[in-house]
T-cell receptor
Framework: AQSVTQPDIHITVSEGASLELRCNYS??????LFWYVQSPGQGLQLLLK??????LVQGIKGFEAEFKRSQSSFNLRKPSVHWSDAAEYFC????????????FGKGTRLSVIA | DAGITQSPRHKVTETGTPVTLRCHQT?????MYWYRQDPGHGLRLIHY???????DKGEVSDGYSVSRSKTEDFLLTLESATSSQTSVYFC?????????????FGSGTRLTVV
């Protein structure tokens, strides 16, 4: 069965430090890959997505993600974290054929300290 | 942002009562989804729709039913609410998932069953 794993439940980083959030998936083929962010009390906002081409994807708010087929990973990175980045981050995947719904990871909560 | 609204935003109801949540979109998107979000579980799919009167079950569909009589509205009904259905419910829409489009989410409905 297809699955998405975000190994880190909670991460704390200092403002200005770099960030990497991990995401691994279990699929038979390369799926579509997404990262979403959820601020407290809000819905989910799409940060970036990958479905083909360049394996390094740029998103909004200065985030990027790199697809690594050999590791079945799609890790999210940001070179310098701002206090406003504190939120919950979700990785999601879907098969790249048909219309099967997105499957979400359980999320990683990011805290930012001064 | 895509026009998607959920109502009500908050609801408290008693165990055993029926509850209907509404998702309304103004984007004429074909696909609509209902997810629930619970701590430690991320987002889990309840039901989804791929057109008027076309719906299918997700991984946590027991105790829920849906209806879609118009493109713009997707209703989620808890037939007899239980405390385990206390959650935050999100609706999402997309026009054509197999183009790699992400989903656009509503702001959520916080439901408390007492």
């Amino acid at each position: 069965a297809q699955s998405v794993t975000q190994p880190d439940i909670h991460i704390t980083v200092s403002e200005g430090a770099s960030l990497e959030l991990r995401c691994n998936y279990s699929y038979g083929a390369t799926p579509y890959l997404f990262w979403y962010v959820q601020s407290p009390g809000q819905g989910l906002q799409l940060l970036l997505k990958y479905f083909s081409g360049d394996t390094l994807v740029q998103g909004i708010k200065g985030f990027e993600a790199e697809f690594k087929r050999s590791q079945s990973s799609f890790n999210l990175r940001k070179p310098s974290v701002h206090w406003s980045d504190a939120a919950e981050y979700f990785c999601a995947v879907a098969l790249n054929s048909g219309n099967t719904p997105l499957v979400f990871g359980k999320g990683t909560r990011l805290s930012v300290i001064a | 942002d895509a026009g998607i609204t959920q109502s009500p935003r908050h609801k408290v109801t008693e165990t055993g009562t029926p509850v209907t949540l509404r998702c309304h979109q103004t984007e004429n998107h074909r696909y609509m989804y209902w997810y629930r979000q619970d701590p430690g579980h991320g987002l889990r799919l309840i039901h989804y729709s791929y057109g008027v009167k076309d719906t299918d079950k997700g991984e946590v569909s027991d105790g829920y039913s849906v209806s879609r009589s118009k493109t713009e509205d997707f209703l989620l009904t808890l037939e007899s609410a239980t405390s385990s259905q206390t959650s935050v419910y999100f609706c999402a829409i997309t026009q054509a998932r197999d183009r790699g489009d992400g989903y656009t989410f509503g702001s959520g409905t916080r439901l408390t069953v007492v």
